[in-house]
């Protein structure tokens, strides 16, 4: 049995769940609304303020749908109730951001501006020049637009120059040295 699967998900005060035919969920909550088609095989039920997901045999695709299931229901439910945030710093000598309206212009040593238009759902806010925080309630949007704004100028490993999350390491490299 899977053991992320079967723990059931608590539903918070002010969230509604609901499920529909072909295992259509539908979140609500205070920060918005999110639907999702999940796997059809997997049984969703919703009783006394709680989601659990029951899979109908041990194939081994049964299994690995079990967890997943699970766990995008649980980031449904925290997306509307709290949302999620990712921050990303510029580091570098030139390197910054400005945001004017939807676009969130880089400038990041190219002989061009960057410019990036923000998705739908997705709020962008700059903290200072190099700071970026994307907020929303799609844990996956959130992630993925991270992922593109990174992916502009990825940090490199001699200075470590470049787009970086917040939390992540880079691991540095001894540079050159020269002859004796």
Known sequence: MSRIGRMPIDIPSGVDVKIEGNNKVTVKGPKGTLVKELPEEMEIKVENNQ???????DLKRMKSLHGLTRTLINNMVIG??????????????G?????????????????????????EGIDVTMDGQNLIIVSGIDKEKVGQYA???????RPEPYKGKGIKYQDEVIRRKVGKTGKK
Request: glycine share 10%; proline share 6%; no cysteine.
């Open 95 to 119: 390197y910054r951001g400005q945001k004017q309206g939807k676009k969130l212009t880089l400038s990041l040593g190219y002989s061009h501006p960057v410019e990036m238009e923000d998705p």
């Open 147 to 153: 992922a593109e704004i990174r992916d502009k100028r």
């Open 80 to 93: 509307v109730t709290e949302g999620y945030k990712k921050v990303l710093e510029i580091n570098g000598v």
């Open 51 to 57: 989601v659990t997901v029951a899979r109908p045999n």
